[in-house]
């Protein structure tokens, strides 16, 4: 059959993956404007995290599938980058419109193949959405810069489009992390190859059938699914001039060095370890509301979670507080409204979350509060369920605090002064994001100084900065030089073009040819 043959009702088969208890479907590639069934006989199953059920089927692309999908993005960038930067905005203004209209229906899609609670994806989409709205500012980001040299003479810039970009998803924000990628990436003029996580296409699916009514034409964004196979097409590919990716270091520095080997740049935000300190000065009752909020929503799968708390000083009396926070949480589907926090992502992941509580004990911390063998509602016992987990007397050698948990569990310390507190966030070798509790503006004033993490917040828990700004975690936590979003953003996605113009009148003068360096008196 061919390519059109085998072209699918796009529009209610790209929403249908994300219906909970309907029979699984396959997900479709998203190639040249159609989406089509892969002819692979590698299926991923997607399972719903709080039923095992199985939602969907995720194809292996065939290397004929992804060659065609890189042929089409490489196409469609010859006839996108000649359109005016007012017809790309267009396009973003419309699909502002749409993402936020179909809010719900993308959320529902995230609570089925992700997990977690239903308001908490809604929150997914809205963070990406604020994106494409910044995103709609294109006119302004893009301007160059000018200098009149001489009477005749002028230099200036101009921000161009790489051609075809690639974005290599993680499975936590099925909607958030692709929406920090395709659309600036178009809206600079690029074209797009996107990999959604092999664990949770729906939400992409979505946003690609939303982007083709906005009117971004076919090719501009292409959807391809698989695992490492296509990971590797898409770090080998010599259309494809940059890469973004967001998910574990050992998949990011795979990534980061077979792409940046075949000349291309790359972006890798990874994992984290996110450090509260608590002041025995700061607000109780909100440091503890946010801190439990912080550590236990998204059932701790956010990058940005604070999984590790400092307690400084007298502040270690709160101990109980927090534990009194955790143990009201409950525990269950995100379809519930009543839920705090969903199941993680695979039985997998809740073996290894399990393994790493169990090393903290080992290793001689006190559980204080131990999630493991949480009663979830009748109906979702082969969930992946763990209740909030507290390990207190944690000291920075174990296990449990050096590894990204990645789960419900917050890890505390105690320290007697800041400066002590500050030693220990510069020691860890991740720097994506850090948060202090403080009344005293010098106390946080000397935080911000000293800390060695690329996000700050004070008296704020998970400081994701909003897109006009950029998503700058540091050190262990990034790899490349320009961040996502932002100015930054349009960096990364543009190169930039300097021009210098001579326009004289008629030189009369000296026929003798110099060979000295130009240097523009
Ligand atoms: P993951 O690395 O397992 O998967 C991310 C992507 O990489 C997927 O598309 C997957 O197909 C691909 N991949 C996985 N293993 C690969 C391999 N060996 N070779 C090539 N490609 C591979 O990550 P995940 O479990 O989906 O996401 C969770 C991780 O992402 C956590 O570590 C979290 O901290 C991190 N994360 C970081 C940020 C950030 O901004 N720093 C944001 C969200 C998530």
Request: glycine letters at 10%; a neutral charge; hydrophobic letters at 40%.
């Given at each position: 059959t061919t390519l059109a043959g085998r072209l699918l009702r796009t529009g209610a088969r790209a929403l249908?993956?994300?219906?909970?208890?309907?029979t699984p479907t396959k997900a479709p590639l998203y190639i040249n404007g159609e989406f089509i069934e892969s002819r692979t006989k590698d299926w991923i199953e997607v399972r719903?995290?709080?039923?095992?059920?199985?939602?969907s089927l995720v194809p292996q692309a065939t290397p004929d599938e992804l060659e065609e999908a890189a042929r089409s993005s490489a196409a469609a960038f010859q006839t996108w980058r000649k359109t005016s930067i007012l017809t790309r905005q267009r396009v973003m203004l419309e699909y502002q419109a749409l993402i936020r209209a179909n809010m719900d229906t993308i959320a529902k899609s995230i609570v089925t193949?992700?997990?977690?609670t239903f308001a908490d994806a809604q929150g997914d989409v809205l963070r990406g959405l604020q994106v494409v709205e910044a995103a709609c500012g294109i006119t302004d980001f893009t301007m160059g810069q000018m200098l009149a040299v001489a009477k005749d003479m002028d230099t200036y810039t101009i921000r161009e489009p790489l051609g075809v970009t690639a974005g290599i998803c993680p499975f936590n924000f099925p909607a958030m992390i692709p929406l920090w990628m395709f659309p600036i990436a178009t809206v600079c003029g690029n074209t797009s190859l996107i990999k959604p996580s092999e664990r949770d296409p729906g939400a992409t699916q979505i946003l690609a059938r939303l982007a083709a009514e906005a009117?971004?034409?076919?090719?501009?964004l292409n959807v391809v699914h698989g695992a490492v196979d296509t990971v590797n097409f898409l770090c080998d590919h010599?259309?494809?001039r940059a890469i973004s990716f967001v998910g574990s270091d050992h998949a990011g520095k795979h990534i980061y060095e077979r792409g940046t080997r075949n000349g291309k740049r790359v972006q890798a935000n990874l994992g984290a370890k996110n450090h509260g300190i608590i002041m025995p000065d700061a607000d109780r009752n909100h440091t503890l509301n946010q801190l439990t909020g912080a550590a236990f929503g998204a059932a701790g799968q956010r990058?940005?979670?604070?999984s590790t708390v400092v307690f400084v000083g007298s502040s270690r009396e709160w101990i109980p507080d927090i534990l009194a926070r955790a143990q009201e949480l409950k525990v269950g589907?995100?379809?519930?409204?009543?839920?705090?926090v969903g199941p993680v992502i695979s039985p997998q992941a809740l073996q290894r979350i399990h393994s790493l509580i169990q090393s903290g004990v080992d290793e001689?911390?006190?559980?204080?509060?131990?999630?493991?063998q949480v009663t979830v509602a009748?109906?979702?016992?082969?969930?992946n369920f763990i209740g909030p987990t507290i390990l207190t007397?944690?000291?920075?050698?174990?296990k449990c605090y050096q590894?990204?948990?990645?789960?419900p569990v917050l890890v505390c310390l105690e320290v007697d002064t800041l400066d002590e507190a500050i030693a220990l966030v510069n020691q860890?070798?991740?720097?994506?994001g850090t948060a202090i509790f403080t009344r005293s503006g010098a106390t946080a004033r000397k935080f911000q100084h000293e800390v060695d993490v690329g996000q700050i917040g004070i008296n704020v828990?998970?400081?994701?900065?909003?897109?006009?700004f950029s998503f700058t975690g540091s050190r262990g936590s990034f790899l490349g030089d320009i961040n996502f979003y932002g100015r930054n953003g349009i960096n990364f996605y543009t190169g930039i073009k300097t021009v210098t113009s001579l326009w004289r009148a008629?030189?009369?003068?000296?026929t003798r040819a110099s060979v000295n360096m130009p240097t523009m008196h």
């Amino acid at each position: 059959t061919t390519l059109a043959g085998r072209l699918l009702r796009t529009g209610a088969r790209a929403l249908a993956t994300s219906v909970p208890g309907a029979t699984p479907t396959k997900a479709p590639l998203y190639i040249n404007g159609e989406f089509i069934e892969s002819r692979t006989k590698d299926w991923i199953e997607v399972r719903n995290p709080a039923t095992q059920e199985v939602v969907s089927l995720v194809p292996q692309a065939t290397p004929d599938e992804l060659e065609e999908a890189a042929r089409s993005s490489a196409a469609a960038f010859q006839t996108w980058r000649k359109t005016s930067i007012l017809t790309r905005q267009r396009v973003m203004l419309e699909y502002q419109a749409l993402i936020r209209a179909n809010m719900d229906t993308i959320a529902k899609s995230i609570v089925t193949e992700q997990g977690k609670t239903f308001a908490d994806a809604q929150g997914d989409v809205l963070r990406g959405l604020q994106v494409v709205e910044a995103a709609c500012g294109i006119t302004d980001f893009t301007m160059g810069q000018m200098l009149a040299v001489a009477k005749d003479m002028d230099t200036y810039t101009i921000r161009e489009p790489l051609g075809v970009t690639a974005g290599i998803c993680p499975f936590n924000f099925p909607a958030m992390i692709p929406l920090w990628m395709f659309p600036i990436a178009t809206v600079c003029g690029n074209t797009s190859l996107i990999k959604p996580s092999e664990r949770d296409p729906g939400a992409t699916q979505i946003l690609a059938r939303l982007a083709a009514e906005a009117g971004l034409p076919a090719g501009v964004l292409n959807v391809v699914h698989g695992a490492v196979d296509t990971v590797n097409f898409l770090c080998d590919h010599p259309s494809v001039r940059a890469i973004s990716f967001v998910g574990s270091d050992h998949a990011g520095k795979h990534i980061y060095e077979r792409g940046t080997r075949n000349g291309k740049r790359v972006q890798a935000n990874l994992g984290a370890k996110n450090h509260g300190i608590i002041m025995p000065d700061a607000d109780r009752n909100h440091t503890l509301n946010q801190l439990t909020g912080a550590a236990f929503g998204a059932a701790g799968q956010r990058c940005m979670a604070l999984s590790t708390v400092v307690f400084v000083g007298s502040s270690r009396e709160w101990i109980p507080d927090i534990l009194a926070r955790a143990q009201e949480l409950k525990v269950g589907s995100g379809f519930d409204a009543q839920t705090d926090v969903g199941p993680v992502i695979s039985p997998q992941a809740l073996q290894r979350i399990h393994s790493l509580i169990q090393s903290g004990v080992d290793e001689g911390a006190e559980l204080l509060l131990d999630g493991r063998q949480v009663t979830v509602a009748a109906g979702l016992e082969k969930g992946n369920f763990i209740g909030p987990t507290i390990l207190t007397g944690v000291k920075p050698h174990m296990k449990c605090y050096q590894e990204e948990i990645f789960g419900p569990v917050l890890v505390c310390l105690e320290v007697d002064t800041l400066d002590e507190a500050i030693a220990l966030v510069n020691q860890n070798r991740y720097g994506n994001g850090t948060a202090i509790f403080t009344r005293s503006g010098a106390t946080a004033r000397k935080f911000q100084h000293e800390v060695d993490v690329g996000q700050i917040g004070i008296n704020v828990p998970i400081p994701v900065p909003l897109p006009m700004f950029s998503f700058t975690g540091s050190r262990g936590s990034f790899l490349g030089d320009i961040n996502f979003y932002g100015r930054n953003g349009i960096n990364f996605y543009t190169g930039i073009k300097t021009v210098t113009s001579l326009w004289r009148a008629e030189d009369a003068g000296e026929t003798r040819a110099s060979v000295n360096m130009p240097t523009m008196h």
